[in-house]
């Protein structure tokens, strides 16, 4: 609410190069109740004076010497975050022209000398009024701009937590530990940062990524749990995890939703179109899903599984390396070798409860 107290607080800076004009508007001010004026004579200070005191009125002369009043005018207009200038003009101009002009360059107002007490007092009144108001729907809409990013990240949290618990589900029901997911989602976002994906994208990757298998949860514990060669049936049962993943994501509104189907339904295809389930080949995979693909392979060599012992780090960049242009991108593979020693901080730092990797 705007009160009257509001407006006799508010900073008024008289600027003019006659001390008695100054003097004269200062005395009908402080009469009238306002509490702070300020004033200088010496226009190559307003500059400095509006940015220290930041006035909620700048009542302003056009002639004076070393700067004019419309130079002054200029001056404050190139000032960033001022979109509403409180300038009132009062001169002994008297040509239409000028009024104009003086509107034309940012007065809010123009008054002519000599003036009436009165007048000067509701011209004034007036200007700081819509000033204050000016700044109140501001300050509100920057609280409403907090509040929105604030609700904004909520529901990005809300979405990450009900990912993870999806992905804890797909944990349950597999024989791969958590652990897989954290070090194939940091893995994937090393390598899409390393490539020079956005900021954002990337953290998408490392947020999406752990979906990529949540189809499993369709899949019968006989098969997904065999500890030998699964035959050729149960391989193609096996093979729809991706489309049974693609089918629960479908529908998502969400960048993070769309991405983690993309993922899900296409991290086994290979760059030659002999993967599963599409069989599309190259660029017509999308990047995040061979991004995380190679990441997947990786450490499902490199760490025990039902069918197999761990690779060494060794062995399985030979083995991708051999795989270039056939399972996997060549450039991404290249990417991925250059980022080998964050790769190997990461499975460091995230290793098995029983240590199964060399
Ligand atoms: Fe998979
Ligand atoms: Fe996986």
Known sequence: MLTENKILNSKILIVDDETLSIKLLQNILEKAGYENIFSTTDPREVLRLYKDIKPDLVVLD???????????????????????????????????????????????????????????????????????????????RKTLDRKVKQRTRELYNTQLDVI????????????????????????????????????????????????????????????????????MDEWITMQTHTTLGAELLSGGTSKLLKLAREIALYHHEKWDGNGYPTKIKGTKIPLVARICGLCDVFDALTTRRPYKEPWS??????????????????????????????????????????????
């Open 62 to 140: 056009l002639n004076m010497p070393y700067l004019t009043g419309f130079e002054v005018m200029d001056q404050l207009k190139k000032l960033k975050d001022q979109s509403y200038l409180p300038i009132l003009v009062i001169s002994s101009m008297e040509a239409l022209k000028d009024r104009f002009r003086a509107l034309e360059s940012g007065g809010k107002d123009f008054l002519n000398k000599p003036y009436d007490r009165r007048e000067v007092l509701l011209r004034i009144h007036n200007i700081i009024e819509v000033r204050l108001l000016h700044q109140e729907s501001l300050t509100q």
């Open 164 to 231: 993870n618990r999806l992905s804890r589900a797909v944990d349950c029901k597999d024989s791969e530990t958590g652990m897989h997911i954290n070090r194939m989602s940091l893995y994937s976002a090393t390598l899409a940062t390393k490539i020079g994906l956005s900021k954002e994208k990337c953290q998408l990757i490392l947020n999406a990524s752990p979906l990529h298998d949540i189809g499993k949860i369709g899949i019968p514990d006989s098969i997904l749990l065999k500890p030998g060669k699964l035959d």
């Open 313 to 358: 780090v060794e062995a399985a960049i030979t083995e991708i390396q051999k795989c270039s242009g056939t399972h996997f991108d060549p450039k991404l593979v290249l990417y991925f070798i250059k980022c080998l020693p964050q790769i190997l901080k990461i499975k460091e730092k995230y290793v098995d409860p029983i240590s199964d990797s060399k």
